[in-house]
């Protein structure tokens, strides 16, 4: 059994599956989570064919830049059809310097079942300096708790809210976790007003 835990892109359908609304995040929970005023410009980490970059773009008239590593997940996007305001843009989220985003020039980045595909190794760093001050990240990622097998990736390949949480703290100043009901929690960690204070560039 290969231990890789990247997004196998012939899978690719199953991310446009309505009943991930039902099953995993809804409209609804994605628009609490993102708590936008409404002109916000966003970053997603992970998009793979657009399924809930598309649900950001319609809670925001700023831009969402839509990050993705592999060319053959945003080509699945790119026939279906962008939204005016999403920028795809191909890149690894664990190594962010390599994108066109300028210092502080994201309100807030969410990452949908992604954390666990880079086995946690998101360039946090880089991602406070992208994020405005006050900027937000949510990340939203699946259960590590028996219940929760029957969906998603094995049970190594699994982080736990907790383990998200105590990654993201040294580089926020506010952290909160919570379950998303049976399958998968969302965690949530706010920047301080000072840009990169807490999270020097490398
Ligand atoms: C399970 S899919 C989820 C896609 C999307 N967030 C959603 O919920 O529909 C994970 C996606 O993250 C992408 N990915 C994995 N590691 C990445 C990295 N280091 N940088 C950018 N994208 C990555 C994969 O190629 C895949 O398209």
């Known amino acids: 059994m290969t231990d890789s835990a990247t997004f196998r892109p012939d899978h690719a359908q199953g991310l446009n599956d309505p009943r ?9 929970e994605l628009a609490r989570l993102l708590a936008l005023r409404g002109d916000e410009d966003l970053l997603d980490l992970g998009s793979g ?12 008239t700023g831009t969402v830049y839509a990050v993705e590593l592999q ?4 080509k699945h996007y790119l026939r279906r059809g962008l939204p ?5 843009l191909q890149g690894d989220f664990t190594a962010l310097a390599g994108l066109s985003l300028g210092p502080a ?11 666990h595909e880079a086995r946690g190794g998101m360039d946090l760093p880089g991602l406070t300096h992208i994020l405005r001050p006050r900027g937000r990240l949510v990340v939203i990622d699946w259960r590590k708790t028996p219940d929760s097998w029957a969906s998603g990736p094995p049970e190594r390949l699994r982080f736990s809210k907790e383990e998200v949480a105590a990654a993201l703290l040294p580089h926020f100043t506010q952290v909160d976790s919570e379950d998303l009901g049976r399958f998968l ?16 560039r490398r």
């Open 20 to 28: 991930r609304l039902e099953t995993q995040v809804s409209e609804a």
């Open 105 to 115: 020039s994201v309100d807030v980045a969410c990452s949908i079942l992604t954390w």
């Open 71 to 74: 060319a053959e997940m945003s």
């Open 185 to 200: 929690f969302a965690v949530t960690a706010r920047r301080g007003e000072t840009p990169s204070a807490l999270s020097p």
């Open 49 to 60: 064919t657009g399924f809930y970059t598309d649900r950001m773009a319609g809670l925001t």
């Open 84 to 88: 005016t305001n999403v920028r795809l």
